[in-house]
């Protein structure tokens, strides 16, 4: 039961808790907002939705506490979490408690704050992870609902990634040294993530008969965090455990690249026979690559286009030559979401056929030999 009281120019709402203790709630201004808190309360009460209030204190931080002891997910992922919590969530809310997180305040928050210093996407991404951390906050009936619910926020849409023709993809690759293009070339050819390439080890390239790629399912991906060294660990989805099959000229190229590198563990190493670093190689071979040199006569290439848009030009290059989507998905790594992606199968029939089309881009439009000693100059 609530009941409400007159206290001075000023309403109030006391009612008793599951303990047996009353409760008050000071601060109405008209007896019909108090009659209303009154009537809620009793509701909540009766149909076992009701929080209690003293729960609600929790702070933020606190709950972020309890809520990353109990929370797993793979270094990576983490990392970005952690990133978001230091330096986006906590600075702006610690100190709050969970009941007093407004849902005008984190609108405000986000538009205001987030969207001031990070692209959309970014902003995006943090409140998504905001979101999620008070979602399980109410799972745990901390709070009775979330701030975060059918908040309005319109963000603007990502931009369309860039692709690269072969010739592109090419002469981004001529641009690095030898070891460097050919990470370059494998990743434009057969859609493999970044960490999938940096961890690649040679005893999951086959490249005798039947040549492929094997995506090992405990370490088929080497992982990034920050303030961590890299590490061996499962790729990115269950989808990412794959064959990827390599076209002849892949086959060649590799195999001379291993013989350059005999004593190697890893397929792609940097000169010092360290593992690739994303954010190295970006600053060492990528981005001279695309933003060209005027001494050597490059010109800019691609400007705005990172590494991991290599596989949208793989996919793109693949859609171009009429691949069926069930093999797409199968060499991208992606999860069969539809009925007709779990009803369709890949047979050596469509393997050939695209394997066969890789092979004509290259002769056709690619084929670059690269010279050491040139790359070294340059």
Same mark, same amino acid.
């Given at each position: 039961m609530a009941w409400i009281e007159r206290r001075g120019s000023v309403w109030r709402v006391r009612y008793r808790l599951g303990d047996g203790t009353i409760y008050t709630e000071n601060g109405y201004?008209?007896?019909?907002?108090?009659?209303?808190?009154?009537? /809620?309360v009793e509701s909540d009460q009766r149909r076992k939705q009701f929080v209690d209030p003293r729960i609600e204190r929790t702070t933020i931080d606190e709950w972020v506490r309890k809520w990353s002891?109990?929370?797993?997910?793979?270094?990576?992922? @983490?990392?970005?979490? /952690?990133?978001?919590?230091?330096?986006?969530?906590?600075?702006? @809310?610690? %100190?709050?408690?969970? %009941?007093?997180?407004?849902?005008?305040?984190?609108k405000g928050w986000v538009n205001k704050t987030l969207r001031s210093k990070l692209t959309d996407p970014s902003a995006q991404d943090v409140?998504?992870?905001?979101?999620?951390?008070?979602?399980?906050a109410v799972d745990e009936k901390l709070i009775g609902s979330s701030p975060c619910r059918k908040l309005r926020i319109v963000f603007a849409s990502s931009p369309e990634r860039p692709h690269a023709t072969?010739?592109?993809?090419?002469?981004?690759?001529?641009? &690095?040294?030898?070891?460097?293009?050919? &990470?370059?070339?494998?990743?434009?050819?057969? %859609?493999l993530r970044w960490g999938e390439l940096a961890g690649l080890q040679w005893i999951n390239t086959h490249l005798d008969t039947r040549p492929r790629i094997t995506v090992d399912p405990e370490f088929g991906a080497l992982h990034e965090a920050r303030g961590h060294k890299p590490t061996l660990g499962p790729p990115k989805t269950p989808a990412s455990v794959r064959h990827v099959h390599l076209p002849p000229f892949l086959v060649n190229e590799l195999l001379a690249h291993r013989e350059r590198n005999p004593d190697s563990r890893f397929v792609f190493l940097t000169r010092r026979g360290l593992s690739q670093r994303r954010c190295n190689f970006r600053t060492r071979a990528w981005l001279?690559?695309?933003?060209?040199?005027?001494?050597?006569? @490059?010109?800019?290439?691609?400007? %705005? &286009?990172?590494?991991? /848009?290599?596989?949208?030009t793989q996919e793109t290059w693949l859609i171009e030559d009429d691949v069926p989507r069930v093999l797409r998905l199968e060499r991208l790594g992606h999860k069969r979401s539809s009925t007709d992606d779990r009803y369709s199968h890949v047979t050596e029939a469509m393997i050939g056929r695209m394997l066969e089309q890789l092979q004509r881009r290259w002769e056709i439009d690619g084929g670059w030999s690269w010279s050491m000693e040139e790359s070294d100059e340059a």
């Open positions: 201004i008209t007896k019909t907002a108090a009659e209303d808190r009154a009537l /809620d002891d109990a929370h797993s997910v793979r270094v990576a992922t @983490w990392s970005k979490y /952690d990133s978001h919590l230091r330096n986006h969530i906590l600075p702006f @809310w610690s %100190g709050t408690a969970l %009941g007093d997180i407004e849902r005008i305040a984190v409140l998504k992870l905001f979101s999620q951390i008070i979602g399980e072969t010739d592109e993809v090419d002469a981004l690759a001529a641009r &690095m040294h030898p070891d460097d293009g050919l &990470m370059v070339i494998t990743a434009a050819y057969t %859609g001279p690559a695309i933003s060209g040199n005027e001494a050597l006569g @490059w010109a800019p290439l691609k400007e %705005g &286009m990172v590494f991991h /848009d290599l596989r949208h």
